[in-house]
């Protein structure tokens, strides 16, 4: 077979043709950068609607609007920032099943 009837590798080795025709607009910089900013202006819109539609006064920190938002994002980001140092302090060295103790730093 000639270069010229060869065809362009659409995607990964091992991933499925029709999953490359449906998604691969996803992979492109633009498309991050648009869900993104539409992402941000929605939660904008939303906690402006929720100012403007369920006016009440404000009696304490929940009934600041998008309080309950913020706070999730920022207790679900604790969450996850916390894995960070646990990880370092529960991690062990590459090789620690393969060596029994005593016997680190010696050739088998």
Same mark, same amino acid.
């Given at each position: ?21 449906? #998604? ?42 998008? #309080? ?7 207790? #679900? ?32």
């Amino acid at each position: 077979m000639s270069d010229e009837h060869e065809h362009a590798k659409l995607g990964e080795v091992g991933e499925h043709p029709l999953s490359v025709l449906l #998604f691969s607009w996803m992979r492109t910089k633009l498309f991050h950068k648009v869900m993104l900013i539409g992402l941000g202006a929605l939660g904008a819109i939303l906690i402006g609607f929720e100012m403007v539609l369920a006016f009440q006064p404000i009696k304490d920190a929940t009934g600041v609007p998008g #309080f309950y938002g913020i706070f999730g994002f920022l207790a #679900f980001g604790l969450a996850v920032l916390s894995g960070w140092p646990l990880g370092k302090l529960l991690r062990r060295p590459e090789d620690y099943y393969e060596t029994r103790s005593g016997e680190a730093g010696r050739d088998r």
